[in-house]
């Protein structure tokens, strides 16, 4: 798998076909993350991650339910749990999806009772 190189001003992303791997000075070459933990990077992943999957969703499965995985997300985050915060991220597109499947099945049996 070759990795691309996307310059913006001095830095360069450097990254894979999934994901943004690290930050590199584009003058020397070096790999560095500007600060950033793994924990933050954790975070903005599930961050931005349930916030693509929240634009599929109906607004109070999004408001309610992506809100609760967050916080848990967050919680495990915090405790260093990656492992879990991967499985609970699989489990909250999976059950978000399984809910939005069953409001669209009980929202067009309304309709077609009408």
Known sequence: MSNDFIQLGLKCAVTSKYALVFWEDCSTGDKTIEGDS??????RYANSLMDVWSVFLPIHISNEEIGDYLE???TRIDSGQRFKVVIRLIAAIFWTGINAVGYAMKALGKKQAS
Do not use: F, N, S
């Open 38 to 43: 793994g924990r933050e990077r954790l975070r």
């Open 72 to 74: 848990d997300i967050r």
